[in-house]
């Protein structure tokens, strides 16, 4: 089973600030995936990166995967309230294996 | 909106009892997972059916087990709670094609062990 480590634990910031999440593994990730997560509901996922150097944006998110696709990082721009939940990163087997995720707050 | 839906929200057990969750996937999606959550963790994986067998397990022991019926839904047992079976459990149904491999959780049902 991939080990995936996720940094910070805990990120609080203020409305219209930027955030960075970071996820590491001592492995090579095959795929890998970043969901959030909401209380009181499932992870939905938001992309998949596969091809190391790899860069991915969804509106005020930019999704990074690294050269040697051991690491990955999650970035908001600009953040909102609405942006508020558990961010996870995956790796994608026949399996998901989750690291421990990001709790991040905005603040309005 | 997932499509997956999932029963009861919350439940409450006392030790020594078993329960059964249940899970409603997505038409379609053959292959479903579940997941045990403690609180503050990320989700782990407990087992996967494809098409009626369980096709792979995680680090869980044999008082975790499953059903998959052919009208997409699917139970999850649990024998014997014990207090650390408290935790938010996941099923997830599975979309795997050429392009893409999907995974629809459904909100979890949230499990106290007394």
């Known amino acids: 089973t991939q080990l995936l480590e996720q940094s910070p634990q805990f990120l609080s910031i203020q409305e219209g600030e930027n955030l960075t999440v970071y996820c590491n593994s001592s492995s090579v990730f095959s795929s890998l995936q970043w969901y959030r997560q909401e209380p009181g509901e499932g992870p939905v996922l938001l992309v998949t990166v596969v091809t190391g150097g790899e860069v991915k944006k969804l509106k005020r998110l930019t999704f990074q995967f690294g050269d040697a696709r051991k690491d990955s990082s999650l970035h908001i721009t600009a953040a909102q309230p609405g942006d508020t939940g558990l961010y996870l990163c995956a790796s994608n087997d026949y399996k998901l294996s989750f690291g421990a995720g990001t709790t991040v707050t905005v603040r309005a | ?114």
Do not use: M
């Open chain 2, 1 to 114: 909106e997932t499509g997956v839906t999932q029963s009861p929200t919350h439940l409450i057990k006392t030790r020594g009892q078993q329960v059964t969750l249940r899970c409603s996937s997505q038409s379609g999606h053959n292959t479903v997972s579940w997941y045990q959550q403690a609180l503050g963790q990320g989700p782990q994986f407990i087992f996967q059916y494809y098409r009626e067998e369980e096709n792979g397990r995680g680090n869980f022991p044999p008082r975790f087990s499953g059903l998959q019926f052919p009208n997409y839904s699917s139970e999850l047992n649990v024998n014997a709670l014990e207090l650390d079976d408290s935790a938010l459990y996941l099923c997830a149904s599975r979309h795997r094609d050429s392009f893409t491999d999907t995974q629809y959780f459904g909100p979890g049902t949230r499990l106290t062990v007394l």
